[in-house]
């Protein structure tokens, strides 16, 4: 029903009389409902308020209010209130409380009906408790109109009074609903532009954010509607789009058909929705791959009117896509093709792939693999004591960190055969940086296993006779001087060596050799303790730890071995040998310093052993002089070893002086010297003796040899007036067949004149080697060289051999020539070997001529030379030798 304020204006509204209203008050209601109806929705508050003041006055009530609900229609949510000046009315009092408080309104909020109360003090009974709270509020009469908004009650519009009234006029009650209809009409519009506004607003917002473009085809109208968002994507103004523009241009011919499949069987029921993946052309040309989805609205016989749908630019991600699935392509070829296998997991250890060389390793098909527990598919024991190992897998994922086998571990496969591997784990985390799953990858190594065991056994023992070697040999006994210096058992070491050995080897070759050290070798592994260590330390030596034993038990093994070596026969090529063997013994307690100083002893208390006379037992002792001074030279031997490739050896000149007659150029000795590790020289009377043991006085010949041609060769003054240069050699050198090419190597390297070069040999090492160091001399006279026998009269043979030897020089041992003055034997043992050595045709050099005097004796008994600190003071050689090695 509508009502217009001239039908309901009457004559006596407000004052009880039958006279129409004044033009000017019906115009004033008349607007009071059109601002009502036309609520601005960002003003709707003071419009309503407006409003109110307006009704207010031209009604002439106390006050004009409006009763607002909330949505649930369960309190007054708002109060809007227009009150005269003198009024004591306060509706806004009623803000905030509960409708319940009003029973009789609520019972009445059918759109637009009135209800009246015209005395608050006196109320019908119905309305009492509505009235009581009313005339609280100083309301003595009220006239009220209830509106709807949508389906639920929106509020109350009321005229309210100071004093009660006998009636309301019919004419104020229509007006009342007049403007009740306008003021639900005005809120309905104004919270529908609100929410319309609201809508647009979020529709535009959620079109931004979800970066989508949308649009919309009219069926009917032929129109596509692209929002701007779908226009940025593409690259498209709103002028391209425009005047018969076809949509299917823009998607590539690969894809057009397929889409227009898709977008038929959409619009024919057979799809909720129409969704695809195309391609569509960028305006610069590019191809933008977009994911498409789009609803149809069909008419009542199911013809097409609409088509609204949103489009994503999802090159980018389309990229990674197959960025990703070429990635994952490679790394299955990758995983397919390396030679470890590969076992995948989730975060619970259940497998979810395994690549070929796993299901050869393990013996499982990944079909049947998936979906089971690594633990049933890896199955992993201890190399040695096959107990059984907790997954590698499990582990890592349970510690979020890799985990690498240290060792190799048995692998059980399906079919129950056993290989080793070794793996590594390691989990796989998720973007978060939680462990999502993990990785075991694993390799055979069982070939290299038997192949390490083996080396590893080479490492340790002696191939030729199958026992410990020297390496592991000292790590044994390392371990046992450890042992000692806890006081936790006794042990001794026994040093053998074969005394025949060299002899078979000689005379039979070193097949035979080889033979006799395996047969020895066994024959010594038959006679030990199961619990001590025999080794085969190099050459014919052997080497035998005893354990938990005393010195004197030591003892008595070391003679039952001598005594089976005594025994023992060694045949060969129906050749039989005896042979001996000389052990030295040494206890093993806290007292020792190290493996080395253990060894060293061992070696002399042999090495005493043998000198003693072969094939006997030679026990070490601390205050054994014999086995003291062998040390030394041991110590002394290592020493001199360093001192050749550290070169510190140097060498001075001694000069020789003519007593008989003028000589032009220089005649001198050269003398040997070594530098200790702190720079000290040192005579070679303190490691000469060593070296000749050791057999180390060959290399120290050749590099004495080697640096005086080389300073000769450099130095063209020294050349130029040397008239004879002596050089020493030993014995050991004379019976090198690899010294006397080397001799004559250098000298045609240097181009030297080798008749100024003299080479003094001893007469102990002449006589002793007699033919080899005839031989050497008749070589190297050859050459042009020159000889001397030094050290003459020492030997009681000497003067037997001298005839035989073609030297060029006798030099008279010193001990004869220091007490020439004083002692007249020795003046005629000088006299003697003159006469003697004049008579074979050589030459006399007299040593230790220590002053003037026994010079000039010399000169008058005739001997030819004189060389000694009467005669010089040794004299250094230039650096550039001493630096040579």
């Known amino acids: 029903m509508e009502f217009s304020a001239s039908d309901v204006l009457a004559p006596h509204l407000w004052t009880g009389k039958t006279e129409r209203p004044t033009p000017g008050i019906d115009v004033a209601c008349t607007k009071i409902a059109v601002d009502l109806q036309n609520l601005a929705p960002e003003s709707a508050g003071e419009g309503v308020l407006h409003s109110l003041e307006a009704l207010r006055q031209a009604i002439a009530a106390d006050v004009a209010f409006v009763l607002l609900f909330d949505p649930e229609a369960r309190r007054i949510d708002s109060v809007s209130c227009a009150r005269g000046h003198f009024a004591q009315c306060r509706p806004e009092e009623l803000r905030g409380a509960e409708l319940s408080s009003l029973p009789w309104l609520m019972t009445r909020c059918e759109h637009l009906r009135l209800s009246e109360f015209r005395d608050t003090a006196a109320p019908r009974d119905e309305q009492a408790k509505d009235a009581a709270l009313l005339a609280s509020l100083a309301l003595g009469s009220a006239l009220c109109v209830a509106f709807r908004l949508g389906e639920q009650p929106g509020g109350i519009l009321a005229l309210g009074f100071g004093l009660p009234r006998a009636t309301f006029d019919v004419n104020l009650q229509l007006l009342m609903k007049l403007l009740g209809s306008s003021l639900a009409s005005g809120l309905a519009r104004a919270r529908l532009t609100v929410s319309l506004t609201r809508l647009l607003e979020r529709n535009g917002l959620a079109e931004r954010a979800a970066n989508d473009g949308l649009w919309d085809f009219d069926v009917e109208n032929d129109d596509i509607y692209f929002s701007p968002r779908w226009r940025a994507m593409l690259g498209y103004d709103e002028a391209d789009l425009k005047g018969g523009f076809d949509w299917r241009s823009l998607v590539h011919p690969d894809d057009i058909s397929r889409v227009q499949a898709a977008i038929r069987e959409h619009v024919a029921g057979k799809t909720p929705l129409f969704e695809s993946i195309h391609r569509m052309r960028h305006h610069n040309g590019e191809w933008r791959w977009v994911v498409s989805r789009?609803?149809?609205?069909?008419?009542?016989?199911?013809?097409?009117?609409?088509?609204?749908?949103?489009?994503?630019?999802?090159?980018?991600?389309?990229?990674?896509?197959?960025?990703?699935?070429?990635?994952?392509?490679?790394?299955?070829?990758?995983?397919?093709?390396?030679g470890d296998g590969v076992i995948t997991t989730d975060a619970s250890s259940v497998i979810d792939y395994i690549n070929p060389v796993a299901e050869q390793l393990t013996g499982w098909r990944l079909e049947d693999a998936m979906g089971r527990p690594v633990e049933e598919i890896f199955r992993a024991f201890h190399e040695e004591t096959c107990e059984p190992l907790e997954n590698p897998l499990s582990v890592s994922i349970r510690r979020a960190r890799p985990i690498k086998s240290v060792r190799p571990m048995l692998l059980i496969r399906r079919d129950g055969n056993e290989l080793y591997v070794e793996s590594t784990a390691s989990p796989i985390r998720a973007g978060n940086g939680k462990v999502g799953g993990g990785v075991l990858v694993f390799h055979d190594v069982s070939e290299s296993r038997e192949l390490n065991r083996r080396l590893s056994y080479h490492a340790s023992h002696d191939l030729l006779t199958g026992l410990v070697n020297r390496r592991e040999f000292e790590n044994r006994l390392e371990r046992a001087l450890k042992s000692a210096r806890a006081r936790e058992t006794s042990y001794a070491l026994c040093y053998l060596d074969i005394d025949q050995f060299k002899i078979v080897n000689d005379t039979c070759g070193h097949s035979a050799g080889d033979a006799l050290l395996g047969q020895m070798g066994a024959l010594l592994k038959s006679k030990v303790r199961w619990r001590d260590t025999l080794s085969r330390l190099g050459g014919d030596e052997f080497g035998i730890l005893l354990e938990s034993c005393s010195l004197d038990e030591a003892m008595r093994m070391a003679e039952g071995l001598r005594e089976a070596v005594r025994n023992f026969r060694f045949s060969w090529e129906e050749r039989v040998f005896r042979l001996g063997a000389s052990i030295g013994v040494v206890p093993i307690t806290a007292d020792n310093e190290d493996v080395a100083s253990i060894l060293s002893a061992a070696d002399s208390a042999c090495a005493a052993a043998k000198e003693q006379g072969r094939n006997r037992v030679h026990s070490f002792a601390e205050n054994d002089i014999e086995l003291m001074r062998r040390r030394r030279e041991m110590q002394w031997a290592a020493r001199i070893n360093a001192a050749l490739e550290e070169g510190r050896f140097e060498l001075f000149r001694m000069t020789i002086l003519p007593l008989q007659k003028q000589e032009s150029g220089s005649h001198y000795e050269l003398l040997l010297r070594m530098r200790d590790e702190s720079g000290r020289l040192i005579s070679p009377d303190s490691f000469i003796s060593a070296a000749e043991r050791y057999g180390i006085t060959p290399n120290i010949d050749r590099w004495v040899i080697e640096s005086a041609l080389r300073w000769l060769v450099s130095e063209a003054d020294e050349r130029e007036r040397l008239s004879m240069c002596s050089i020493n050699l030993s014995g050991q050198s004379l019976g090198d067949d690899k010294f006397l090419p080397f001799v004559i190597d250098q000298f045609h390297k240097s181009g030297l004149d080798a008749s100024k070069i003299c080479f003094e040999i001893t007469e102990t090492a002449a006589v002793a080697s007699f033919s080899q160091a005839n031989r050497f001399i008749q070589a190297l006279h050859e050459l042009g060289c020159k000889f001397a026998l030094d050290d003459f009269g020492t030997g009681l043979s000497s003067f037997g051999y001298l005839k035989h030897f073609p030297v060029d020089y006798l030099k008279i041992d010193g001990s004869f020539v220091r007490e020439i003055l004083h002692d007249p034997i020795d003046r005629e043992m000088v006299r003697s070997i003159n006469e003697i050595g004049h008579l074979t045709g050589k030459q006399t050099i007299a040593e230790f001529a220590e002053n003037a005097e026994i010079i000039q004796m010399l000169r008058n008994i005739g001997v030819d030379y004189a060389q000694g600190y009467g005669v010089a003071q040794p004299q250094r050689l230039l650096k550039a030798v001493s630096g040579t090695g």
């Open 294 to 338: 789009a609803q149809a609205k069909l008419d009542a016989h199911g013809r097409l009117l609409r088509l609204v749908g949103v489009e994503l630019d999802i090159t980018e991600r389309k990229l990674y896509e197959e960025a990703l699935f070429r990635e994952k392509e490679s790394a299955q070829i990758t995983l397919q093709s390396i």
